[in-house]
């Protein structure tokens, strides 16, 4: 039985895992985050990596620490029907119904857009976003060769391109490094420290660490403390590629500000920049990274999302939940990008708290002996405060006032939970429960509560 891969190998896995958590969203937010952080750039983009390199880092460990065949099997260490539902709406999340639809329509707004007319853009919508969706359901259909495809040649590409684009900036910055604004002057590390949630590298980790094992596995590795060796090693390959890119696209968003000026989201930094450098061929070269960046991530999540239906309904084939699902994305990513975002925030902020507090409790299971009382009351907890969180989200962004029976709720949980306006009010609740009911479970002799 082998127990150990040559460094290569680690690097081609690494490599294929950064082209799947690498999406046009990576290019634009360290991009915002550099603009507005200006001279307050490192203690922000500190906070950034924490959560948008860190976070996916743990997922990947977690997976391969876990020792769970996937993810549903995972979450059902809080009860085999939570995880049936709470996988199946990651899935679906991060897959058809949002961030797939999404890289085709980022991947034309920022690629392919500025190269249309404005009477245009409509019909060159579907035509793009028909070949984009495509080639997704042929890279998918075969994903015994993602190693190959993804790894070996899409991915290269993306690095050399982006990399390419921050040397020049380091070479020859764009301008000088303005001012702080708006909450990074007086607290950049925490507002960076959240802005690496939009990300959402941290929910795909779930479901691409499941990826990376399986690709482990056919290397010959299976024991599980070998898994978990090769799941780090690969992970570190993947997040130092993802972190050194941050913190160049952070730069170069910080010293773009005194000849750009501010803009509201990181898109026309990195064109803007692209055209200062290159000109024309520096548009053209973004409109490949973007499109790439993109079209890589969408396969990743065809792949995920495929397989674990198929394992969840195998009397339907992978093709045709592949086909299904890509044909769907084409269908949504056509209402366009706004339409997409401004749906698919509230139910990734009702996810999130409950994807990070898996990880969490699954390191933590050896402390509390797997006792699935912890499990099920610290989830209980963060449920409660990650559907409130979601539903005043989707009414801040449709522009709404809060239901009746949420506003009591809201000012309840401003005023007791404390990193609340932060959005991390789940976090010390968490924590406080794990102990007390761990304390409590230990008590009880002869407990059989356990997994």
């Known amino acids: ?3 150990k891969l040559p460094f290569s190998s680690y690097l081609v896995i690494g490599v294929m895992l950064f082209a799947l958590f690498f999406g046009a969203g990576n290019l634009i937010f360290p991009a915002q985050l550099g603009q ?4 307050n750039l490192w203690p922000a983009i500190i906070g950034f990596l924490i959560t948008g390199v860190g976070l996916p880092f743990l997922g990947i460990l977690a997976m391969g620490f876990s020792g769970s065949l996937n993810l549903q099997d995972l979450a059902s260490r809080i009860h ?4 049936i539902i709470f996988t199946s709406l990651l899935y679906l999340t991060i897959g058809p119904f949002f961030a797939a639809p999404r890289t085709g329509a980022v991947a034309f707004d ?8 404005q009477g245009f853009t409509q019909v060159a919508l579907i035509i793009f976003t028909l070949l984009f969706f495509g080639s997704t359901l042929w890279l998918s259909l075969n994903p015994a060769k993602i190693v190959d495809r993804v790894g070996k040649i899409l991915s290269p590409v993306i690095i050399v391109l982006l990399l390419v684009l921050l040397a020049m900036v380091v070479v020859k910055p764009i301008g000088a490094i303005q001012s702080p604004q708006d909450a990074y002057a007086s607290g950049a590390f925490m507002k960076g420290f959240t802005e690496g949630y939009n990300t959402m590298d941290a929910l795909a980790s779930l479901v691409f660490g499941i990826i990376v094992i399986n690709v482990i596995r056919s290397m010959g590795i299976t024991d599980k403390r070998g898994i978990l060796a090769a799941s780090a090693k690969s992970g570190a390959v993947a997040t130092a590629f993802l972190a050194v890119i941050y913190v160049g696209i952070a730069y170069l968003g910080a010293t773009s500000t005194q000849v750009f000026g501010l803009f509201e989201n990181g898109g026309p930094v990195l064109s803007s920049a692209s055209a200062y450098y290159f000109g024309t061929f520096g548009t053209v070269m973004l409109a490949i990274i973007i499109i790439l960046a993109c079209l890589t991530t969408s396969i990743g999540l065809m792949i995920a999302c495929g397989e674990y239906f198929h394992t969840l309904l195998p009397k339907v084939s992978y093709k045709l939940f592949v086909t299904i699902f890509t044909t769907f994305c084409f269908v949504v990513a056509n ?3 706004s339409n997409i975002i401004i749906y698919s925030i509230p139910v990734l902020m009702f996810l999130y708290p409950l994807a990070v507090v898996l990880m969490l409790l699954t390191f933590l299971s050896p402390l509390f002996k797997h006792a699935r009382i912890v499990y099920v009351a ?4 963060t449920f409660m405060i990650s559907m409130i969180d979601g539903v005043k989200m989707l009414c801040e962004l449709l522009k709404i006032d809060y239901f009746i029976w949420l506003s009591p709720i809201v000012s309840l949980y401003e005023r007791m939970l404390p990193l609340y306006s932060e959005g991390l009010g789940w976090l010390l609740p968490v924590f406080v429960v794990i102990v007390e009911i761990s304390i409590l479970s230990r008590m009880q002799r002869g407990s059989k509560e356990y997994i």
């Open 36 to 39: 507005y952080a200006g001279t």
């Open 110 to 117: 920022v690629g392919i857009a500025p190269f249309v007319s």
């Open 378 to 381: 610290a989830t209980a907890v």
């Open 80 to 83: 085999p029907v939570y995880a």
């Open 335 to 337: 209402f366009g990008l």
């Open 1 to 3: 039985m082998q127990t």
